[in-house]
């Protein structure tokens, strides 16, 4: 009978060098893996690999060496084990997330509950091209948010107030971007809001808490990190709103439908039909 290797291909078995044997791909969402799916994994590698397993680059777990003839086997002990075969090819990849605020004392925003609603929403959607998320909690930007077609970053949006205010100039020295001023003679400090990109560096290192801030989605469009090397794109103010995140997301994916050759990426179909027509649709959303 002939082998599709094509279909194995876009259900997460990818051809080895060797005959007939396959690296297959597990799924991933936001790097978690329960300890029993691990043990899981340990038992399907040693049963039908080489007793090892390859971590991949975005969070997720390959194990080489599976034979054809073991295929609907391996598949089966993996669902009864709670793990998932992943995916490959055209369509939404495996989600990226690094800890978040859920453990993470830098974290903004819950990464891994974002990672698993998009999964639910987006994982596997069939599109022109491969289509990659991924989430990072702050601007340590641990997960790299913009290497992504669709990057989303914890931000906070930065407000002063002089109550509290000693007019020390911290907040001054450390913003990465010269956004503030702190004019201690006039009993003020500035921020060049046009320059923020919502690190709250600003907020960390004030001693008298005369900074707050509201935590939200920094976001950016277009990375790509493969042949070609594109760092995502922000145009965007920092979202707040969770349900708005979905929306942004939508629009999105319905413009690369739209726009998108078979086989373009993302980045490479802006560049062709022009960002300003993506810029335009996303801000129709807020």
Known sequence: MAVD???LKKGGFMRQRQKDHFSMRLKSVGGHFTAAQLGTVQKVAEQYGKGYVHLTSRQGIEIPFIRL????????ALHEGGVSVGVCGPRVRTITACQGC???????????HLAQEFDKRYGGRELPHKFKFGFTGCHNNCLKAEENDFGVKGGVEPKWS???????????AVCPEKAITVKADEGKVVLDESKCVYCGKCIKSCPTDAWQGKAGFVISFGGLYGNRIAIGRHFLPIVFEEEKLYELVDTT????????????RFANCLDRVGWDKLEEEVKKVL
């Open 102 to 112: 859920a453990v993470c004392a830098s974290g903004l925003i819950d990464t891994q």
């Open 5 to 7: 290797y094509k279909e």
């Open 69 to 76: 003839e073991d295929i609907d086997t391996v598949k089966k």
């Open 162 to 172: 002089s109550d509290s205010c000693t007019f020390c100039g911290v907040c001054e």
């Open 253 to 264: 994916l319905a413009f690369f439908e739209k726009y998108a050759k078979p086989s373009e």
